[in-house]
């Protein structure tokens, strides 16, 4: 109890310092009953059926534009197919108290992130309704969830779910134009919506905005400077390679840390193949954390199939595997700001040489979470493990 109450009011130190919103919310005082009221009969001071149920309810619009009838209190949560949301969300309430249900790859991020320090139940977590990416109803409804979150472009789950008559609340990726430190700020307001505490929504991204600006001035300082050609290898795995093109997340990561998208041509998270990544000849590769393989499977070319031998970044040592810290890296997340600074290094070495990447991480965790990293810690996040994948 004591490391939520930490970790609470570590949540409200950075929602003073993170981005602000307008308005928030406030709570209603409900009516004291009078004398004269109390010896009412009961089908009076109760009202009408119709004014009974619009009581025990309340609406909200996701980001898909829906409006979503909700339960007046909500006492267990199920979170589907936005990935990054259970960490969001467990430190937002610092708490899993009322977290029912998670993705099983939100789980593999977790039991091999920093998360687990802060809330350790979040391990125990129910992943069970999930079968591959598709949600199993009836797994589902044995959870007895009050409301699901889930990506505001699954629209097949969304059908799944309110023809089940579980209310779903999207969250987008993608309304933002794929802007990471925005996304974040946006899921943080639409949670203070949801469970009623806009408040603790108030300023979430401000650090995020903070960072940003000072790495763009940088660059304008900087003036004409020479940018690395980059690859992002977002999904890296049985046999299938698909990379970050210039409508996803990493468009937005590598041109505002000083490089150039090799798949700016490209939409999305296409596939790709080895020849067109020989084609392209990128001077760095970063890999995602939904991938298993590490750079020095590449370094020494220990992939069947796939000969990375004559790649620019392989041959200069440049290939890095994304940090996984309070969850992945390279979708929006806590650890944003951080992501911003560790990229404007690697792309940009000359420019960012000040930076101290532990040295910062450690300070961003004490100032945010109220967690004091070890040097063990440290590694861990600076090298997190296969599993975190969550391929087998």
């Known amino acids: 109890m004591n490391r939520i109450k930490r970790v609470t009011g570590s949540l409200l130190v950075l929602c003073l310092i993170l981005v602000s919103f307008t308005g928030c919310g406030a709570t209603a005082t409900a009516p004291t009953t009078s004398p004269t009221e109390a010896t009412e009969p009961a089908s009076e001071a109760a009202g009408s059926p119709e004014q009974t149920v619009q009581a025990a309810t309340r609406t909200v619009v996701d980001h898909a534009g829906n409006e979503i009838t909700l339960p007046a209190e909500i006492n267990k949560i199920v979170i ?13 309430e610092g708490s899993t108290e009322k977290l029912a249900g998670i993705h099983p790859s939100s789980m593999a991020a977790a039991k ?7 809330v350790p139940d979040i391990v125990n977590v129910n992943t069970d309704f999930m079968k ?30 309110r023809e089940a008559g579980i209310p779903a609340v999207g969250f987008s990726t993608s309304n ?14 639409l949670l203070g919506e949801v469970l009623q505490q806009q408040d603790k929504a108030a300023g979430i991204a401000e650090y995020g905005h903070q960072v940003y600006d000072e790495v763009q001035a940088v660059f304008d300082r900087a003036g004409q400077i020479e940018k690395p050609r980059v690859l992002i290898l977002f999904n890296y795995a ?18 505002s840390t000083g490089g150039v998208n090799v798949a700016a041509e490209l939409k999305g998270t296409p596939e790709i193949n080895m020849e067109q990544i020989y084609e392209w000849d990128p001077d ?16 020494n070319n220990a992939i069947d199939g796939y ?4 790649v620019k970044a392989v041959r200069e040592g440049k290939v890095y595997k994304f940090p996984l810290g309070m969850y ?18 690697k792309n940009q070495p000359e420019l960012f040489a000040d930076i101290d990447m532990k040295a910062e991480v450690k300070a961003y965790y004490q100032r945010f979470y109220n967690v004091e990293l070890s040097d063990e810690d440290i590694h861990q996040i600076f090298n997190p493990a296969r599993e975190a994948a969550g391929v087998k």
């Open 112 to 118: 091999n992130s920093i998360l687990p320090k802060v």
């Open 328 to 345: 992945r890296w390279f979708p929006p997340a806590s650890d944003t700001p951080l992501v911003l600074k560790w990229l404007a290094q």
């Open 80 to 92: 589907s197919s936005l990935l990054p949301l259970p960490s969001v969300y467990s430190l937002f």
């Open 132 to 161: 591959g990416n598709e949600i199993n109803i009836e797994e589902l409804l044995k959870l007895k969830p009050d409301v699901v979150f889930y990506s505001a472009t699954n629209t097949d789950e969304y059908d799944k779910l």
């Open 176 to 189: 933002w134009g794929f802007n990471c430190v925005e996304t974040f700020e946006n899921w943080v307001k």
């Open 284 to 299: 760095i590769i970063y890999i995602t954390n939904f991938s298993p393989y590490l750079p020095e499977d590449l370094y």
């Open 238 to 255: 049985g046999g299938v390679i698909k990379t970050s093109g210039s409508n996803f997340f990493g468009q937005y990561w590598i041109e």
């Open 307 to 310: 000969d990375w031998s004559n």
